[in-house]
Nanobody
Framework: VQLQASGGGLVQAGDSLRLSCACS????????LAWFRQAPGKEREFVAA???????KYADSAKGRFTISKDNTKKTVYLEMNSLTTDDTAVYYC????????????????WGQGTQVTVSS
């Protein structure tokens, strides 16, 4: 299973950005998919997840601003981010595991390479 994240960039506070993560190999329909992020000097933290059954879960910092979705036909998971702030600056990673979503990064089996999101004030 390979995950390829894309869509990061440099934006201004208040802007929106959509991240994508394309999956190749494996049984995409049966995976739980998640986004994590890691800012310089900080630990990797959970952002959002979507289960094989399309149920979703968000970190408190993402609720109301971010939306995770997936397209099984395209084998791609998305993270729509709105009202970005400088606190959202980080490298964003997509991850996959079998079926059920959890918020612990160490329990995910497959990882994308990360995409940098930088929000300027």
């Amino acid at each position: 299973v390979q995950l390829q994240a894309s869509g990061g960039g440099l934006v201004q506070a208040g802007d929106s950005l959509r991240l994508s993560c394309a999956c190749s190999g494996g049984a995409f329909n049966n995976y739980a998919l998640a986004w994590f992020r890691q800012a310089p000097g900080k630990e990797r933290e959970f952002v959002a997840a979507i289960g094989f059954d399309f149920l979703t879960k968000y970190a408190d910092s993402a609720k109301g601003r971010f939306t995770i979705s997936k397209d099984n036909t395209k084998k791609t998971v998305y993270l729509e981010m709105n009202s970005l702030t400088t606190d959202d600056t980080a490298v964003y990673y997509c991850a996959a595991r079998w079926m059920f979503m959890i918020t612990t990064w160490g329990r995910y089996d497959y990882w994308g390479q990360g995409t940098q999101v930088t929000v300027s004030s």
